[in-house]
């Protein structure tokens, strides 16, 4: 009996002690945990939403449409051959300059030699019996005059006259056929010479060899079209043709600025004007397609045939001027000539009458800054229109300030008046942080423009 007492007082004595310690460990988790939740969320207190302010400044606006191009020499002209023979020799290459006159291949021309060599026997054979053809002719003639007399005289019958008289019309005749040949033969044999000479292919203008594109050895037929054997260019002009989409076709106008880039050419432009585009379309996986052309200078060699252009045409720009974050604005109407529209905020507010007549008429209104700075703009379909602003004072205050802006990007907009360089605006809030959100899934830390259309 005693001994079980004792083993029952032992077992009570080790369970206390076992939960005391699992509460002791238990206390020290919590503890280590409170730490480290306070290590962590040190620094990220909680922060206000505070303004984004901006600097007013000077800059370029630009807007335009993009397509893709391709160079071609402005004027070019395809060599051919008039006369069949094997292209027996080529005196160019790609690349080379010539001149008009110089003699870039030639063709074997053995047949032709031999035709002009025909020629000219078959004219100095004519040659020869026209003698005998005059001497006949006089012969004739001496008969007929003796018939004449003899007919007069009584002394001879009417049958010998009338065969002296044939006679010398046949003879007469018979001279003049054979002068005929000889003029037929001599054209013929100047067709013959003209074709000798065709074999020797010259340059019909100066320039460069873009593409040959026939090797020596080929035999040429130039019976049913005059065959290709190489191209010259002028390379000096370049011509861009570009492909317009259907989409954007509406707003590219001929005489508008655009400029291009090419792979190899690094930050480079080329500027030029719209030259033409063409009315008929090409109609790609049934995408509509138009060609715009523009000739660009070249005068460094610069550019090379087929080269890759991403072109760009200009629809709106201005430079060296005052420029705002388009964020920053808040419009209070629609542009200027195009009637009132709701403002962005519901308040449906319109520009007075007197503001807009003066708009109208490029005075602007009263206020500080303005544009006067003899910036260059291309405006397509832009129209100025009244904004607001929130100016940051030197005494950190801020103000409404109306502005007219003129033309917009997406990120930017030119201040045509109502601010001077170096004024301090809002463009936006900088929305504050929550102590313990997740990093990166707080959308409090997000940014929010002040403005709207």
């Not at 030639?106 to 032709?112: H, L, P, T, V």
């Not at 009637?339 to 005075?363: F, H, I, M």
């Not at 940051?392 to 205050?397: E, F, Q, T, W, Y």
């Not at 502005?403 to 008046?417: C, D, F, H, N, P």
Request: charged share 20%; proline share 4%.
């Amino acid at each position: 009996m005693s001994t079980v007492d004792n083993d029952t007082i032992i077992t009570t004595g080790n369970s206390g002690k076992r939960r005391k310690v699992l509460l002791g460990i238990i206390i020290l988790a919590a503890a280590a945990a409170g730490g480290w939740f306070a290590w962590q969320s040190k620094g990220e207190q909680e922060t206000e939403d505070k303004p984004l302010i901006v600097t007013v400044d000077i800059g370029n606006i630009e807007n335009t449409i993009t397509a893709a191009g391709s160079l071609q020499p402005f004027e070019f002209v395809d060599v051919g051959a008039q006369v069949n023979g094997i292209l027996q020799e080529l005196h160019v290459d790609v690349g080379d300059q010539v001149e008009a006159g110089q003699l870039l291949a030639e063709i074997d021309a053995r047949i032709q030699e031999a035709r002009v060599e025909a020629s000219q026997a078959s004219i100095e054979a004519l040659e020869a019996q026209i003698e005998a053809r005059r001497a006949s002719l006089d012969l004739a003639k001496a008969n007929a005059d003796r018939q004449e007399r003899l007919m007069a005289a009584d002394a001879t019958s009417q049958l010998d006259y009338d065969n002296a008289v044939t006679n010398l019309a046949s003879a007469q005749a018979s001279l003049v056929q054979l002068e005929k040949q000889i003029l037929q033969s001599r054209a013929s044999l100047e067709s013959d010479m003209t074709q000798l000479e065709f074999s020797k292919i010259y340059a019909p203008r100066s320039g460069t060899i873009v593409s040959i594109e026939m090797n020596e050895g080929r035999t040429i037929n130039a019976n049913q079209q005059a065959p290709t054997i190489l191209r010259i260019a002028d390379l000096n002009t370049m011509t861009v043709e570009t492909e317009i989409s259907e989409a954007d076709i509406g707003r590219i106008k001929k005489g508008m600025p655009v400029y291009f880039t090419t792979l190899g050419g690094g930050n480079r432009r080329w500027y030029s004007e719209l030259r033409q585009i063409l009315p008929t379309p090409v109609v790609e996986n049934n995408v509509v397609l138009y060609t715009g052309l523009f000739d660009i200078d070249n005068s460094d060699a610069s550019l090379l045939s087929d080269m890759t252009a991403q072109v760009y045409f200009v629809t709106s720009s201005a430079n060296n001027v005052i420029t705002v974050p388009i964020g920053a604005l808040t419009y209070v109407d629609a542009p200027v000539g195009q009637g009132a529209a709701a403002r962005p905020d519901g308040g449906g507010a319109s520009v007075p009458p007197e503001v807009r007549a003066r708009l109208a008429a490029g005075q602007g209104f009263a206020g500080p800054g303005g544009a006067g700075r003899g910036a260059a703009r291309q405006v397509d379909n832009q129209s100025r229109r009244l904004a607001t602003v929130q100016v940051v004072n030197a005494d950190g205050s801020q103000e409404d300030r109306e502005i007219m802006v003129g033309v917009t990007s997406r990120i930017a907009a030119e201040v045509i008046s109502g601010l001077e360089v170096g004024e301090q605006v809002v463009a936006g809030i900088v929305q504050g942080n929550i102590p313990g959100a997740a990093a990166g899934g707080d959308p409090r830390r997000n940014f929010r423009p002040m403005g709207g259309f």
